[in-house]
Each structure stands twice: as C-alpha cells, then as structure tokens.
C-alpha cells in the first residue's frame, strides 16, 4: 500500500509539471492529485507545490488546500 502511494504521488508531481503551463488545467490536476494521495501525504504535496509553483500559483494551491477533499 506504501509503493501504491509513492506512486502516486510521484505521477502527480509529473503531472502538476507538465500542466503548470495552464493555471485552470493546473487548479484542475491539483485537486485530483489531492484526492489521490493519502490524507498524510497531502502536505508533503501542499508543500512541494508551493516550493515549486508558489511564484506563479500559491493562490491556486491555498485555495485547494483549505476546501475539503471529498471522496
């Protein structure tokens, strides 16, 4: 079950790059990489994306941060 979630985490990091082009496409894969990671690893991801994306969409980040992650 850990590998699963390193997985995952990992192929959102991948994808979160490849669409940081786009701040809706990027808003849009956030909130799926949320879902996907376990409720522990979200902030090791919150945090990453800020380290790597703050500059250009921290506003994005908080606002997907703060909601829920509803299933």
Do not use: N, P
Not at 8 to 31: G, H, P, R, Y
Not at 57 to 65: A, H, M, S
């Amino acid at each position: 079950m850990m590998e699963t979630g390193k997985k995952m985490m990992e192929f959102s990091k991948e994808v979160l790059q490849k669409v940081s082009f786009d701040k809706l496409l990027f808003k849009k894969e956030l909130i799926k990489a949320r879902k996907w990671v376990g409720q522990r690893d979200q902030l090791v991801l919150k945090a990453w994306c800020m380290a790597t994306f703050g500059h250009m969409y921290k506003d994005v980040i908080l606002e997907v941060f703060q909601t829920t992650v509803r299933s």
